[in-house]
T-cell receptor, first 112, second 113 residues
Framework: GENVEQHPSTLSVQEGDSAVIKCTYSDSASNYFPWYKQELGKRPQLIID?????GEKKDQRIAVTLNKTAKHFSLHITETQPEDSAVYFCAASEGGSYIPTFGRGTSLIVHP | DAMVIQNPRYQVTQFGKPVTLSCSQT?????MYWYQQKSSQAPKLLFH???????NEADTPDNFQSRRPNTSFCFLDIRSPGLGDTAMYLCATSSSRGNTEAFFGQGTRLTVV
């Protein structure tokens, strides 16, 4: 089955800095890579996703990159703000399975 | 406009006393999942339904069961909760057609005392 590794487990940045979270996956058949943000006590919510037919996707301050050869994908947040503080989960799934396998999560702390 | 609704939001139960958590969805998704999330950990898949077909994860305790009477509703039954079952339980839905995102409910925070 799929195995998703996520690093770092904790990331502390100053407001305005950039934050990068990295994930690797094991199943070369995986073709869908969502990122979820979970604020304390709330549900995980999708913030951005990428499919295997593109290498990069951007939505305002958030971008995701995918390297299928290396089986590696990353979340980039620029100009971080205190409200970006949350736990971020990467996930991977492949069309035949449709079930997302989650990474262990990264706790992002943005200091004002 | 909540799309995946879980009840109750908070549940306290005694050790060994059966408890049922419920989930409903308005998305008409054919896949429904139950995840267990303990503090500072990733959601762990317990089981899922693909339409009416039930799929249990290999390491899900026998203590945990589920029912899906129709497309919209799904229940998680814990027959004899132990202290280690204290966790957030998340219900999620997705469509198997097109490999799309999973939509999560707000979760039920279960405390076993």
């Amino acid at each position: 089955g799929e195995n998703v590794e996520q690093h770092p487990s904790t990331l502390s940045v100053q407001e305005g800095d950039s934050a990068v979270i990295k994930c690797t996956y094991s199943d070369s058949a995986s073709n869908y890579f969502p990122w979820y943000k979970q604020e304390l006590g709330k549900r995980p919510q999708l913030i951005i996703d990428i499919r295997s037919n593109v290498g990069e996707k951007k939505d305002q301050r958030i971008a995701v990159t995918l390297n299928k050869t290396a089986k590696h994908f990353s979340l980039h947040i620029t100009e971080t703000q205190p409200e970006d503080s949350a736990v971020y989960f990467c996930a991977a799934s492949e069309g035949g399975s449709y079930i997302p396998t989650f990474g262990r999560g990264t706790s992002l702390i943005v200091h004002p | 406009d909540a799309m995946v609704i879980q009840n109750p939001r908070y549940q306290v139960t005694q050790f060994g006393k059966p408890v049922t958590l419920s989930c409903s969805q308005t998305l008409n998704h054919n896949v429904m999942y139950w995840y267990q999330q303990k503090s500072s950990q990733a959601p762990k898949l317990l089981f899922h339904y693909y339409d009416k077909d039930f799929n249990n994860e290999a390491d899900t305790p026998d203590n945990f069961q589920s029912r899906r009477p129709n497309t919209s509703f799904c229940f998680l039954d814990i027959r004899s909760p132990g202290l280690g079952d204290t966790a957030m339980y998340l219900c999620a839905t997705s469509s198997s057609r097109g490999n799309t995102e999973a939509f999560f409910g707000q979760g039920t925070r279960l405390t076993v005392v």
